[in-house]
T-cell receptor
Framework: AQSVTQLDSQVPVFEEAPVELRCNYS??????LFWYVQYPNQGLQLLLKYLSGSTLVKGINGFEAEFNKSQTSFHLRKPSVHISDTAEYFCAVSDQGDDKIIFGKGTRLHILP | DTEVTQTPKHLVMGMTNKKSLKCEQH?????MYWYKQKAKKPPELMFV???????INESVPSRFSPECPNSSLLNLHLHALQPEDSALYLC???????????FGPGTRLTVL
């Protein structure tokens, strides 16, 4: 069965500094990969997705992620964070053709002034 | 219209009450989902409807009863809930092939 690991439960980072949130998934032949963001008291919003094609994926709010098949990773990056990026970030994976997506446990991004 | 709407935003109910949560999407998506999310945890899948038929039930207690009246609507009927059922209930929908799920804002449920 597919699984997702987000090793960091919380990541503190200073405002305007770069950040990387790590995500690893269990191996599968063909997968779809997602990063979702959840602001306090809100639903989940899609940041970016990898379905096929270029391994570098650009999303909203200046975020990007790189799909690395050999490392089974899909790390999320932003070159300069803002206080408004304070939120919970979930990595998710699904096998192609499957209705279910599997979420990681989430990483709380805490921006320090 | 590219959003999923959910009503009500907040719901407080007693353990003997019957209530319903409603979800609506007009994106022509063929799959709709109910999730339960506790604080500081990821969403937990409860039910999946595909082409208006229940395709996945993740061993959810029978006090939760889903219903899909048509391709745009999804309900979750609640009866005899327990305080531990208090959570954020999220609805989502997805297209045929991409599995990208669009989430609603959720209903914050409190069971007294």
């Amino acid at each position: 069965a597919q699984s997702v690991t987000q090793l960091d439960s919380q990541v503190p980072v200073f405002e305007e500094a770069p950040v990387e949130l790590r995500c690893n998934y269990s191996s599968s032949v063909s997968v779809y990969l997602f990063w979702y963001v959840q602001y306090p008291n809100q639903g989940l919003q899609l940041l970016l997705k990898y379905l096929s094609g270029s391994t570098l994926v650009k999303g909203i709010n200046g975020f990007e992620a790189e799909f690395n098949k050999s490392q089974t990773s899909f790390h999320l990056r932003k070159p300069s964070v803002h206080i408004s990026d304070t939120a919970e970030y979930f990595c998710a994976v699904s096998d192609q053709g499957d209705d279910k997506i599997i979420f990681g446990k989430g990483t709380r991004l805490h921006i320090l002034p | 219209d590219t959003e999923v709407t959910q009503t009500p935003k907040h719901l407080v109910m007693g353990m003997t009450n019957k209530k319903s949560l409603k979800c609506e999407q007009h994106m022509g998506h063929r799959a709709m989902y109910w999730y339960k999310q506790k604080a500081k945890k990821p969403p937990e899948l409860m039910f999946v409807y595909s082409y208006e038929k229940l395709s996945i039930n993740e061993s959810v207690p029978s006090r939760f009863s889903p219903e899909c009246p048509n391709s745009s609507l999804l309900n979750l009927h609640l009866h005899a809930l327990q305080p531990e059922d208090s959570a954020l209930y999220l609805c989502a929908s997805s297209q045929e092939w991409s599995n990208e799920q669009f989430f609603g804002p959720g209903t914050r449920l409190t069971v007294l």
